[in-house]
């Protein structure tokens, strides 16, 4: 029958072939532009993208939400799309505005929001099962323009440069234990922890423990985070990478200082996305250093996070 891996990467091959919608988007991948940025040991790429405006702009507040159908919710996907169910409890669907060459949304099939504490996981089984690719949750005020259902995304490994960041920056070990370590990534521009495990129970023990020491805002459903995870070489890795704000001042800003940016988990993962071309061709390094600072939790708060995990 095939691995999950390969019944998606087939998947995306049948969908191609009857999907208008999809098949031009991902044709329309060839076209897109892109720029890096060496930060010395990393580097950010920025990719100029039209078909990702519908969700950098996307409207997410509680009344534009209400106004519209959820488009996870099985009943009302287009009536080309086709998925490969997970247990019953999750379905593999063709994202049909990519960034990258293969991309899936992974919605849950109850409309439920989306929140991550009880679905770490089912995150870490989804990347074992889809160990082809890299999966990535973002939190409901951190880039999800679907914060009413639960779902996680996959795009094809290697293409996030975070993937093989973490080898090379620097990293400080906090915890190390059988089948279990864990570094602070405080020399990224993007404060964040990196969770190693063989042992996915143990991941998902740190993993609670984190989710606890961070500040759930007051009303809010839970902390402000992107997560980006990959399953290799008999090893479970996640970054979790703790949010300060939704978008950056740059977004709201108008005239020339507007630049239509709202950072996700693949922004993060060091790919900016730009929908418009006028931002794709004024921004600088300084621009992408402010934006991970201003929408990344600042250094102070990073110890204060790691004080309080020391001691729990």
């Not at 504490?117 to 949750?137: A, C, I, K």
């Not at 880039?143 to 290697?158: E, L, V």
Request: proline share 5%; aromatic share 10%.
């Amino acid at each position: 029958m095939g691995s999950i891996s390969e019944k998606a990467e087939k998947l995306l091959h049948n969908q191609l072939e009857v999907w208008q919608l999809a098949q031009t988007n991902y044709r329309n991948l060839s076209t897109v532009r892109s720029k890096e940025f060496d930060f010395g040991n990393f580097k950010v790429r920025v990719q100029f993208n039209p078909g990702r405006i519908q969700s950098s702009a996307a409207k997410v507040d509680a009344k534009s939400i209400s106004e519209r159908k959820c488009f996870l919710c099985p009943a009302n996907l287009p009536k080309e799309q086709e998925g490969i169910d997970i247990d019953n409890k999750y379905q593999i669907l063709v994202n049909p505005f990519p960034i990258f060459p293969e991309h899936f949304t992974i919605p849950a099939y109850d409309h439920t929001d989306q929140l991550i504490l009880d679905r770490y996981e089912d995150m870490l089984t989804l990347s074992q099962l889809l160990d082809r690719y890299s999966l990535f949750y973002n939190g409901p005020k951190c880039g999800a323009s679907a914060p009413d259902h639960m779902h996680f995304q996959a795009g094809i490994k290697g293409f996030m440069p975070i993937e093989h960041d973490v080898e090379n920056v620097g990293k400080r070990e906090l915890v190390q234990l059988e089948d279990l370590t864990v570094y602070a990534l405080d020399n990224y521009l993007r404060n964040s922890f990196l969770i190693c495990s063989q042992d996915k129970d143990k991941s998902v023990r740190f993993f609670s423990e984190l989710y606890h020491a961070l500040e759930i805002r007051a009303g809010e459903p839970e902390p402000m985070m992107n997560i980006i995870a990959w399953y290799g070489n008999g090893m479970f890795h996640t970054v979790v990478l703790p949010r300060e704000q939704h978008r950056p001042a740059c977004f709201f800003a108008c005239g020339g200082d507007n630049i239509l940016i709202s950072p996700a988990s693949v922004d993060l993962g060091g790919v900016f996305i730009t929908p418009q071309e006028k931002d794709f061709e004024k921004i600088t390094a300084k621009d992408i250093e402010n934006i991970l600072k201003e929408v990344c939790v600042s250094d102070v708060k990073f110890e204060t996070i790691i004080e309080s995990l020391m001691i729990r």
